[in-house]
């Protein structure tokens, strides 16, 4: 009998509103070295071997924009799906796994807002969820981290020997994260990642490691890092030419 390659269906979050950035327009929308900062994360997906469907969840609003001017203006052909977020992003994840079909044996999801994974990062963190159910791409802190008071005063310094930044792209088999999210929309449990659903179930988690490139754009800043680790990116290519 002939194996069949697992089938990994990627969910994309990207129906927030982004209003730590200020403005209107939703931060995954906002161009970034020219192009939405969406595109940037779906083309690597498109890219990526393992994935062979994408489901991207949007702001209900702005669903016929995406289908026009995101999947049909950059050609996505593994976007299968275009569905309406949630309130939270745990709501926008779960409204996404419901599309899958029992046939999808893994699932990777990856935040819109997250231009810089890779196609190794893709491959590395679905290659660990398939030995062990569940991975996160993940990079020890590098900061020196405080406990702060309420006014501001320092309290303590948290040892950070064992502190890891979580990201994503996370990967984990189908149906153990659908089960977690039907559990925890169930039991109104809020987790500000899946790994946390996991972790919650008592599952274990393993990582692999990211990069501090794999930035979040979050602040009006992070754009400017943004275009500055394009440009960083294109320097070789313009060196050879
Ligand atoms: O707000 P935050 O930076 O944590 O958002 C992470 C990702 O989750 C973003 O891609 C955002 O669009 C998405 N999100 C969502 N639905 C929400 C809130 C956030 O899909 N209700």
Redesign the pocket.
Known sequence: MVRQAPRTAAVV????RGLRMGGAT?K?FLTLGGLPILVHALRVLEESPAVTEIIL?VPAADREYCLNEIVARYKFRKITKVVP?????Q??VRHGLAQLDQSVDMVLIH???RPFLTVDMVARVIDAAAKHGAAVVAIPLRDTIKRVDAGGLIESTVDRSHLWSAQTPQAFQRSLLQAAHRKAHLEHYQATDDAQLMEWLGHPVTTVEGSGENM?I?RPEDLRIGEAILAAREMPKKVIQ
């Open positions: 979050p990207a129906a927030g939703p995954q969840t977020g949630g309130e939270h992003r709501d926008s935040d819109a807002v979040k979050t």
